[in-house]
């Protein structure tokens, strides 16, 4: 062997074994690291975690106010991980700034958020600035930006890491329009693009600050006059999504569409709810099944059609309907529109489930229990944005758009790393022919019962109102659920009041403000209501 080749020789010999070294620390630093040296990203579920391992079954996470239950090693070497990290901006759909960091005197960073009344959908950091709840937690490693293969390496070698920026399909004006709509009253609005399923505007009432909410007083406060009261409101709860509310008749949508869909009846299909009863309260008719009776006062008709029946709201009829429909097909036809027992929504946050009655089964055997909650009582429940996507559903012929915030995700250089996600959630829930057929019935519901005269002119609008029955000795919900188009757009609203009262009254009002700021003001600037702080990065 010439020396020449002897060199070449040492000089590869060398080149593998740099190679095997560089291999070996890109190994320890980035996949072994994390197991070696744990880091807290999530820390309610490290909480928990680290609390089970202590024997400690009173875990209260909500909200995680102090990082106690994690070893100070831990939250030490997160501390130091995550200190040249600066976390993503959350805008809105238009660009504004809805959460960011800043620094502060002393060099540290502190999250700021500008739109208290999206604090259940954005959520909040805790104080290792990892999210806890809400897009800050689902999005926690894009936001931080560790999900990158560039920003692992910028980690290793000490330089500082920039986080991906997301885009939501909240419209600021449309939250903001919500919120003030709703006021300080128990409940939730939800507001959806009805063709694309992108959230416009997400309000939950009573809610919280989420730039207080690390300060542990201010949290105690948020629950200083509830003690052990059941009926106690808590500020973290998100009503929008994870309320689990009786429908009232706004559910009379699912059974009108069961019915028109299997050829139960049509919208000419002529009702004879029989002789009036009258008691202290007044004349009422009766719908008698299973040894029981569903009691109807929402109207003076004796004989109407089903058209009719859906705009007085006749309990008489809608509840013989489900009397009247095989148990199958009602399980079938809740199951499509996405009340299925115990499946949560495909949103990015987290969502509650729905259910038609505490035992499935009840609803087969039971003809009362299935009639009662054909004209939305018994045992239902069900959120805000389930209501919401059962109006899309119709708007859509019958087809439900997937439910979603996040508009994009963004590199720090502008890149587009995510795009809108777009499609389906269910297909084919109904004929397109019902669905025009309900569209039409929810018009002539808005339009007969005179509603929105002169509130909202030159746009179509339908919906139907519910005043739902709950505990004995308290008000009803009420709930107005519809749409409202013009060429540009049509838009779903959802709307709750707990205890509220008659939805007509309570809830319709704050359909018609929502509506007006969704059609005539999207995308109009709204004037910041919290001071920005001085210095943002």
């Known amino acids: 062997m010439s020396l020449t080749q002897r060199i070449w020789h040492i000089v590869h010999v060398m080149l593998v074994v740099v190679a095997l070294l560089s291999g070996r620390i890109v190994y320890w630093q980035l996949v072994r690291d994390q197991e070696l040296q744990p880091v807290v990203l999530d820390p309610v579920a490290a909480a928990a975690q680290y609390r089970a391992l202590g024997g400690d079954e009173a875990i209260d996470l909500m909200p995680l106010v102090t990082l106690e239950a994690l070893p100070q090693p831990v939250i030490q070497r997160t501390r130091a991980r995550l200190a040249e990290v600066r976390r993503g901006v959350i ?26 009344s999206l604090a259940h959908v954005i959520g909040y950091v805790s104080g290792l600035r990892t999210g806890v709840v809400g897009i800050e937690h689902s999005f926690n490693e894009t936001l931080l930006g560790l999900n990158r293969f ?6 290793m070698v000490y330089q500082p890491v920039l986080g991906n920026d997301l885009y939501l399909t909240i419209d600021s004006r449309t939250q903001r329009a919500a919120a003030r709509a ?21 309000a939950s009432q009573p809610a919280f600050d989420p730039n207080r909410v690390l300060d542990e007083s201010y949290t105690r406060s948020l629950f200083a006059n509830c003690d052990a009261a059941a009926d106690c409101l808590n500020p973290f709860f998100h009503r929008a999504v994870q309320g689990a509310y009786v429908p009232g008749s706004t559910w009379k ?43 109807d006062r929402n109207h003076p008709d004796r004989v109407l059609d089903l058209t009719r029946a859906y705009l007085v709201s006749a309990n008489a009829v809608f509840g013989r309907l489900g009397g009247e429909m095989d148990p199958a097909v009602f399980v079938d036809y809740a199951a499509r529109l996405g009340f299925s027992r115990g499946e949560t929504l495909p949103l990015e946050i987290s969502t509650g489930a729905a259910q038609l009655a505490n035992d499935p089964q009840a609803i087969y055997e039971n003809d009362f229990l299935r009639a009662i909650t054909a004209i939305g009582q018994g045992e239902l429940l069900t959120s805000p944005l389930n209501m919401a996507l059962v109006v899309a559903a119709v708007l859509n012929e019958g087809d439900i758009p997937r439910p979603h915030l996040l508009q994009a995700v963004r590199h720090p250089s502008g890149d587009l790393l995510q795009a809108e996600p777009s499609g389906n959630w269910i297909s084919n829930t109904m004929r397109p022919e019902t669905a025009r057929q309900v569209r039409q019935i929810m018009i002539a519901m808005v339009r007969d019962s005179g509603m929105f005269s002169n509130m909202l002119p030159g ?17 009803p919900h009420a709930w107005f659920i519809g749409f409202v188009e013009n060429e540009e757009r049509t838009v779903v609203i959802a709307v709750v009041v707990e205890h509220g009262g008659q939805g007509g009254i309570v809830a319709a009002p704050i359909f018609a403000e929502v509506a007006d700021a969704a059609m005539n003001h999207l995308g109009e600037p709204v004037q910041e209501i919290v001071p920005a702080p001085v210095a943002v990065e």
């Open 91 to 116: 805008y809105d759909r238009n660009g504004r700034r809805l959460a960011y960091d800043y620094e502060t005197e002393n060099g540290g960073r502190v999250r700021f958020y500008s739109e208290p």
């Open 253 to 295: 949508t699912v059974t009108l569409i069961a019915a028109l869909d299997t050829g139960q009846a049509s919208p000419e299909t002529v009702f004879d709810v029989g002789p009036p009863l009258r008691d202290e309260q007044g004349s009422y008719y009766v719908y008698r099944i299973g040894g029981s009776e569903v009691v």
């Open 459 to 475: 746009l179509t609008i339908g919906g139907k109102t519910g005043t739902a029955e709950t505990v004995e000795g308290r008000p």
């Open 182 to 202: 709703l006021g300080d009253r128990a409940g939730a609005v939800v507001v959806l693009d009805a063709r694309t399923g992108a959230v416009l505007a997400m």
């Open 150 to 155: 560039d920003a692992q390496l910028n980690q």
